[in-house]
Each structure stands twice: as structure tokens, then as C-alpha cells.
């Protein structure tokens, strides 16, 4: 449909505010009729209205996603502004909505029709869409993943381009689809969104051209030396350069590398990505020189990781940091990061990491978490202690209390919380009477925390570490101030974070340091290595986290909480698909822990629901469920203890397997494959998996298929196998009720633990 005449978005004639107000006032006549394209949680109502919708908008078939996207998308908004003062075009900005029904109908249609993109190429475009596609931007080797929606963009890209629209141009309203003409100085020539019709916009987008005077620029493409292609800000050149390095020998590749390190500010940042993937030594060595010269803001994350390189030398280490800190004058991202490497570079003042490694690495056992003997010479003096004025006998008692505390602290939670603060009274009272020193910083830090007070425990804590507590202590006490300090100075960031401040790049040594010596101290937990995980991943240091996980899994090689961080370091370094292979060199080694089947297992069931999630031939998904359940019965067989969590996922896993045959259109596999699943495990058969779907949902769906085929036979087993169930399990759907009462999975790992522990 054309707007009138009289409704036209005439950049010429209106004012910024009043063709804005054209498209609200066009939103609420549309919304009076139903047929709004749709905005973030926008509700469909049934019937004639959602038949107009599809009417006008049909949804893209399996065919039309097959097709290419044919507009062509900057990579940056930074970008797409270079490109658009030198060629003279307007920018396009266009706003996606997956699952919203006209965004789906521009996506897998509009956006693959060649007489779109003809329209469409008289702008710079740019695509916002806050919805991932693929699970990673780059493979191992650097090269760009591109969006499969999208085309030229990563999800990477066309997700960090959507804030700063959103704060530029989008008026505080999330809406989808939408489409915004902006000039060459800013100003905004149309803003399209609740669009009547496909038509509506297709004509606000050719009259922002035809109506506004020719700026375009003469092509002068054909003109450039390498240097000015290196340096260009254009997709199309950005690609062009790509291609060279990637079907170039070594000396074409030097010779990119040499011109890239004199681009400036226009660092091809992608390009230097793929240099320092290289395999040639040489060549990463220009690649790191190149990146330690850029002005470019868009190489913090590639400097991040190369910072983040192990095996990279002190003096490029120096460089790479310095360049980092150059760029965070002008960003306070680049700044915090620079902070943080700074800082984990550090060596930690009040915390030697070298002496205590030597001291807690020894063969001799570890002291135990409570020594009654030790503590029931000053329990039983203990009126005479407190009558008397002794600050070193008063101090005695309090660690005494402290120790029964904790003692009792899982047992008789409400009996410890009165010795713990027992204990807190009396160290103070040692305090009066003058006595000081770490031992007493530690009472005081212990009892504060299990109070609750955690203030108090991290600023005593503080004071431990600091006045001389020795280094050669593996005790419990020990452990629990030092947990208590790395968490003082975590605190003490994130306070600076919430501030907008930087802080001192020794409190991310201490952090660093200190949580080092708890990953090996005798009494350090998995919990605190997951916080130093989490940590150091907060602050953008992922290659250091990579090494604290690796070490994690070692020493708690049956952690879930580790194993499920490692699952997201594949996803997001490899995809997917490098998740049951990574489990496979695990257990290739000799030395593999016995519960790894069940982490293996697990892997192969994310590995098909993933497989199904993103419409893989299905025969991958049913091979996936089948080797998790392998692994689950190897589980079994290898801790038979375990077997409830096993059976737990391998009634889920033939759940999945059920859905996939009933999708296939074999219902008899299907049910054959369900009356599995509630045999092996019953109680799980609500469960749902990761697609949110549960056994009885599919068993539900199946009997209407199996009724509506009057495939009676059948349809008589699945009633029966689900009249035994328990009602509970059938009442509703999984998603609106609670887990059954004996669902190992609230949460099955941590069940596992506590056993095994």
C-alpha cells in the first residue's frame, strides 16, 4: 500500500518532530484496527485479526531461509558514518525482532528479494537485533562467523550495535520491525515503525531518497592503493582485505600486516584477529605490533585476548598493555580492563604467592577443621578465663568457640550461631584487655562472617592478612581468613564498578594472589575457585580464568558448577559441536576420574538439544541421545551409588529421543521410546529438558496424534502408561508447577555432591 500524498514523510518540508509524530499518530490508527507489526511482548489475539496479519506479513518457509540476505550491513555504527560522509548516502537503520511476525517476514523474505536490496542500496545500512543466531563470532583460526539471519554481520555485531541506537534514535521504545532514515549531519530523515503495510515503508524508504537533494560522491574505489584499502571503514573492503590474507601467501600477508600498522584509528581489527591466529610466528609478531600502535577503540576486546596469551613475551606484554591503557583515556572500558591486567601482571604486596605455594604444597596431611584436644584445655577454664583479665587466655577461649562453632554450624545451626557469637564477644573483650595481631583479626573476621555480618568480616579479615599472619598456616582458620580477604577486595572493586571509579590494580593482585593459594590450600573448597572463575571472567581477564578452571578440574575434577563453566568455554570458543569431543580427551586420559561418564553424558544431551534447536537433520539428535545415554549407564556401572541422577537424565534423554521420533511422523517409535523413558525413571517424566519440553508433553501430544489417526491400540498404552503416573505429574504443564518432591534434579548435582562429600 503507498501512503497518500498527503500522509508522505517529506524530509524536505517536515520538521524532525513532526514526522516523528506522523508515525505515532499512524501507530495509533493501526493499533485501533489490530494489525500493529509488533513491539517486545506484543500479544496476537486470535482470529480474524492474526489471519490479516499473516495475510500481510506470511512467515519465510524452510526455502526462503535458504536464501542469502541480500542487503549488505556495516559492521559498526562507527562504521557505517565513515562510510556514509565518504560516499554522500544516508544511513538506514533497520530494527529486527526474532519470533515477532513482521520482523520474521522482513528477515527470512524482504531481505533476501534482490528488488529489496536494489532499494535499499542507495543507503548505508545497519541492522540492530539483540538476538543471538550462532554461538560464536570467530572460529579458532579468527575468521568471522556470519549471522545466519543477517548475512555480513556477526551476532556479535548486530547485538552491540543496538544500545547506542536505542539511546540515539529509538525515543525509549523497543519496537520491531522499524526502520530510521538518518542524514549526513545526524538528523533524522523518517522514523517508520507500527507500519501499516510492507508497501508504507518500502515508500518512506525511496522518498527519503528521491526527496532529498543528491550529496552522493563519485565513486572512487577503483583508485586506492593497498594502504587506503586497509584503512577503508566499508564492509565490502573490510571483506576484500579479509579475502586477500586468507588466500594470500606469506608475503602478501606481511605486506597487509605492514599496512595495517600504519592505519591509525582505522585498524582493520578483524584482520589483526587473524594475524595473531597465524600460525607463522613472524607473522603474529607484526600482528601484535600493529594491535600494540592501534588508536582503534574497536581493538580492546582482540587486545584483551591476546593479553590474555600465556605464553605471550614480557616486552610485547608491556606494549599490548600500554596500548590498552592509550585507548582507555578515551574509554572508561578500556581503562577498567587496563586496570585489571595491570593487575593480575602484579605481584601482591601482602600476599607472597611464592612462599605460600612452598608451604601449603607439601605431602604431610592437612591439619583437620576442628581439633577437639586442641580447644578443650581452654573450654574447661572457662569461668575462671572470664573472670580473669588475661588477653592471651581470653583469646584461647574465643578460638575455642570458634572451633565448636563451627563443629556444629551444619548440625545445630541455631546452638552454633550462639558460640559463634560467643566466640565475637569474647575476642573483643581480648581486645579491651589488649590484645592484637592476626589471630585476633581472624576470630573476629570467622564469627562476623557467620553472623552475617560480612562487613565486619572482610574489613577484619583485612587486617589479618596485613599485621603478619604467617604463611606457612594450613589450617582451617587460615583458609577461611584468606577466603575472607580475596572477598574484601572483590567487594571493594565491584563498590568501585557500581561508582563508576577505577580502583588500585593491587586489589586484583591481592584477589589474584589470594585465590591462587585457596585453589591449593588443604582446606580450600571448589566454591572458591568458581568465585575466582567468575571473578576474573567479570572483569573481561578470560584467558586467566581458563587456567584457574583447567586447575579447578583438576583438583575437584567432580565439581558440576566447574564442569558447567567449561561447557560455556567451548560454547563460546569452539560452538557446540566441540562439546562431546572435548569430554572424549577428557576421558581418553589415563588417569580419568570415574564420575566423568556423568559430565560426558550430559554433554551429549546439550549436544542434541542443540542440534535439534538449531534444525539439524534429525538423525544427529537421536545419534546424540543415544551416546548420552551410553555414557549415563557407564556412570551407573562405574558408581552404582549414582544411579538415580543417571537414570534421571537418561529417562530425559529418551524423552527428547520420543519428541524427535514423534516430529518424524514414527509414532510407534515414539511410543515405544516414552514407555522407555517412564520405565527407566518415572518421577522425571515432568521434567523439562533443555528445549522446555518434558516426557509428558510429548506423551500428550502423541495420544492426540495417536486418537486422531485412530491408531486405537496404541493410543490404549500410552493412557495406561500415564494413568499409573502419579496425578501430580499430570495435572500441568511442567512450567507451572514445582519439581516432583523426589526429582533428583533440585539440582541433581548438588545431591551428587553432598553424597559424595
Known sequence: MVIPDSNRLDAEAWPRTARRTACIVLAIAQGLLGLNSGTLGAQITPGAQTSAREAMWPAPTAEDWAKPCLITWQRTYEDAQAVSEAMGKPILV????????????????????????????????????????????????????????????????HIAIEPGLYEQFLDGQRVAPRHIGVELDGEELYDVFYAFDTDSVFQAIQDGITQRPDTLKPDQRGDRSLAELVASSDVNDRELVEGMWLEGGLDRRKTLMLAASDAGTATPVDL???????????????????????????????????????????SEHKDLLAALERLG??????????????????????????????????????????????????????DEILAGNDPAEHLSLAEALLGFAYEQHADDPPYANLLFMDARSTAETAQQLGAYGWRLEAVLSIASFYLGDNSAAQAHSVAAVESGMPMDARDWNTMAVLANFAGARQEAIRAALRAGETWPPEWVTDVHATCLVLARHPHGTEEQVVAHHDFLVSLGARGEASQILDEGLDRFPDSWELHERLRRRVFGAQGFDQLEPTYELYLAQTDAPEGLHYFAGYASLVTAEFSRRTGRDATEALRAYERA???????????????????????????????????????????????????????????????????????????????????????????????????????????????????????PWRRRWQRQR
Not at 607473522?283 to 588508536?295: K, W
Not at 602484579?346 to 605460600?356: E, F, K, L, M
Request: charged share 30%; hydrophobic share 40%.
Open 629 to 747: 545415554i551410553a555414557h549415563f549407564e557407564e556412570d551407573i556401572a562405574k558408581l552404582p551409588a549414582m544411579r538415580n541422577d543417571s537414570d534421571h537424565f537418561i529417562a530425559v534423554a529418551l524423552g527428547g529421543k520420543a519428541r524427535v521420533e514423534l516430529e518424524l511422523g514414527n509414532e510407534e517409535a515414539a511410543l515405544e521410546t516414552l514407555l522407555r523413558s517412564f520405565r527407566r525413571r518415572q518421577a522425571s517424566a515432568a521434567t523439562l529438558d533443555g528445549l522446555n519440553l518434558s516426557a509428558v508433553d510429548t506423551a500428550k501430544m502423541l495420544l492426540a496424534r495417536l486418537n486422531e489417526k485412530g491408531q486405537q491400540e496404541l493410543a490404549q498404552r500410552l493412557t495406561e502408561a500415564l494413568n499409573a503416573m502419579p496425578a501430580k505429574l499430570l495435572e500441568l504443564p511442567a512450567y507451572e508447577r514445582g519439581p516432583p518432591e523426589d526429582d533428583p534434579t533440585q539440582p
Open 329 to 382: 583515556e578515551g574509554s572508561v572500558r578500556a581503562r577498567r580492563l587496563a586496570v585489571v591486567h595491570r593487575g593480575l601482571a602484579g605481584r601482591s604486596g601482602t600476599v607472597n604467592v611464592t612462599r605460600w605455594l612452598s608451604a601449603v604444597d607439601t605431602d604431610a596431611p592437612a591439619p583437620p577443621s576442628f581439633d577437639r584436644d586442641l580447644f578443650s584445655g581452654p573450654l574447661e577454664k572457662q
Open 272 to 314: 589483526l584477529r587473524l594475524a595473531c591466529n597465524a600460525h607463522d610466528p613472524e607473522l603474529r609478531r607484526l600482528a601484535r605490533m600493529a594491535l600494540a600502535q592501534s588508536d582503534s577503540p574497536k581493538a580492546v576486546d582482540l587486545l584483551v585476548d591476546v593479553l590474555s596469551d600465556p605464553l605471550l613475551e614480557e
Open 94 to 157: 533497520c530494527v529486527n525482532m526474532d519470533g515477532e511476525i513482521a520482523s520474521e517476514h522482513y528477515a527470512g523474505i524482504r531481505y533476501r528479494q534482490a528488488g529489496i536490496a536494489t532499494l535499499y542500496e542507495p543507503y548505508v545500512t545497519v541492522i540492530a537485533s539483540v538476538y543471538r543466531h550462532t554461538d560464536r563470532d570467530y572460529d579458532e583460526i579468527g575468521r568471522r562467523i556470519l549471522c545466519p539471519r543477517f548475512g555480513s554481520v556477526t551476532c556479535g555485531e
